[in-house]
């Protein structure tokens, strides 16, 4: 049987401050650090369709899309990722350019 290397458990704060130097992106998930895939065609594809029927759904609501290479963070589930299609409403982003500490 082989042992696994133990994975060396971050704070949400070493976290964000390492991760601005990666040239890969990853997702913070409980302290542990996982390197994401690169995007493909299709997911691509699922991205765009998500994107375009959320913002169809939400114009004239009080909520903004947005698409791909978006830093979301919920640090109280100690969780960052990037994600493709999301919405948030407009008066949790106020003049943010990092979305990744909204209060959720």
């Known amino acids: ?3 696994s290397p133990r994975q060396k458990i971050l704070t949400p704060q070493h976290y964000l401050e ?4 990666q040239e890969l992106r990853y997702e913070y998930v409980n302290g542990e650090v996982f390197a994401m895939t690169g ?9 765009v369709n998500l994107t375009t029927a959320k913002k169809k759904y939400l114009r004239g609501k009080d909520c903004k899309v947005f698409m791909a290479d978006a830093k979301v963070g919920i640090p109280s589930k100690d969780f960052f990722t990037i994600q493709m299609s999301w919405f948030l409403a407009t008066n949790e982003i106020g003049d943010r350019s990092d979305l ?5």
């Open 100 to 104: 990744s500490n909204i209060p959720v």
């Open 18 to 21: 390492w991760e601005e130097s």
């Open 1 to 3: 049987m082989l042992a």
């Open 39 to 47: 995007i493909t065609i299709p997911h691509n594809d699922i991205a």
